[in-house]
Every structure is written in structure tokens, then in C-alpha cells.
């Protein structure tokens, strides 16, 4: 079969009856779509916006899963006690010349959510952007790597919580640098 101008015809039709679909696809989508909060992209079609009434509201403490207040931690059962939420013990290491390795241990599981950099605070500083968090298997410590130089510095920790909802209380530490 020879490829001739009537075939030609049907490819370009065929182009713009695709192209002209999906301009009217999007077209419509967005006319349908409800407004959302402001700086906000609009919501799909039929979806209703999220209440404004839980916005300012504290997170509430989960309740423990099990009578024997046992919570699940990554498959694990984490008991939940009635003890407040403490800074047990740290360790900091030098590991090259500008990076030092620092280990928070609490005495329960912490909630790893509740780890963010302005949690933590050197020298009256919120931690830099990227710092990641490693988290023990068990939950309860928290390892991460800093870029500092200095031999001795001031950590404050704030503003974390374990997994029932108790919140520790902001603490100022002096911590020495070990060297490796």
C-alpha cells in the first residue's frame, strides 16, 4: 500500500484531534477543580478541602495499641512507661577534620518524626539544612554528623517526643569532642 496524500491528511487530523483532547482534558479538569487554600494549587475535581479546625491544634498522644501499653515501633513491640522522656547519655567523636559524629541516647523510644533540625541546637544555632538522622533499631538513639571544629560546644535539645506523646524537656548540655 503506497503512502500517499489522503494518508497524510489522516496523520495531520489525527495530530490535532490529539492535541485539541488533551487541551480540553486540561481545560476542563482545572474549571472543575474547587479552590484551595491560598498559594496553594487547586484540588482535583470532587475533593473537598482539609479542615481548618485542626490546624493550630497540638498533636494529641496515641493511645497505647495493646492494654499492656505496648506501641509497635518498625514491627517491634515498644513498651510505653510511665517515666518522662529524658536525654540519657550523648557521645561525640571527631571523625576528620571538620566532622564530628554525635549520638543522643533517651531512655524511651523517640518518635523519629520529632527529629528535625531546629530540635537540636549548637552554640544557640539550629542545626545545618542536611543533616541526616540515623536511628537506632531499637528507637531510642539518634546518630548524626556535624560539621564543626570547634573541641567543646553547647547543645540544646528541645521540642521531641516519644511515641506516647511525652515531650522532653529543653536541655543545655556542654559537650566535649572526643578524638578517634
Known sequence: MAYNSGMKRLKIHFKHFLTFSFL???LCTT????PGPEASPPLPFAQEPPKEEFKDKPPQPRPPRDPDNILHYRGNRAYSENLPLELVHTRCEKKADELV????????NIDPRTIRPDSCFINN??????????????????KMLLPLKEDTFKLKVQNISSFDG?????IELLIEVDSE
Do not use: H, T
Not at 31 to 34: G, L
Open 166 to 170: 511525652k515531650i522532653i524537656e529543653p
Open 125 to 142: 544555632k539550629p542545626l545545618p539544612f542536611g543533616i541526616r538522622f540515623n536511628f537506632n533499631k531499637k528507637g531510642n538513639s539518634v
Open 101 to 108: 559524629s554525635l549520638v543522643l541516647i533517651f531512655n524511651q
Open 24 to 26: 480540553m482534558f486540561v
Open 31 to 34: 474549571s472543575f477543580a474547587a
